[in-house]
């Protein structure tokens, strides 16, 4: 009987380790954006720098590294790769920002599907503008 209270015990001590420990690094992503965020929208750092090195830390957390917030931040990658080159207005980043900001901390693949569709959204009148073998530019 002794020996499995104490295997309870151990068990129990390495799960409050491991939420402890994703806490932590969920606490972590959470402190650099709130400490980058405000040098993207500066511009003392590029958007793209910003999703990039963001998409980085929320990999390396345990917890998160496999959510649906993967793949919005992928999409935010995009959008403002569009936008710094052009492809993407102000209106349309933001667009899709202020989707992906009012999401951020739930996980469900509809909140992406809401992005992505704001994107596709926002670089459709680019799009229907081009000519015909020009680029987007």
């Not at 998160?64 to 919005?72: A, D, K, L």
């Not at 909140?111 to 704001?118: D, E, G, S």
Request: hydrophobic content about 45%.
């Amino acid at each position: 009987m002794d020996t499995r209270i104490a295997a309870a015990v151990f068990a129990l001590s390495l799960c409050g380790c491991a939420i402890f420990s994703e806490t932590y690094g969920i606490q972590e992503v959470d402190n650099w954006v709130r400490n980058n965020e405000p040098l993207a929208e500066s511009g003392k750092m590029k958007w793209s720098d910003f999703y990039a090195q963001y998409l980085e830390r929320v990999s390396a957390a345990p917890v998160i590294s496999q959510s649906p917030v993967v793949e919005r931040l992928g999409i935010m990658i995009t959008a403002s790769l569009f936008y710094e080159q052009g492809r993407l207005d102000k209106a349309g980043f933001d667009s899709v920002q202020h989707i992906v900001r009012t999401y951020q901390t739930i996980d469900d693949p509809a909140a992406n599907m809401l992005a992505r569709t704001a994107l596709v959204r926002a670089l459709e009148p680019k799009a229907a503008g081009a000519q015909p073998g020009t680029s987007f530019r």
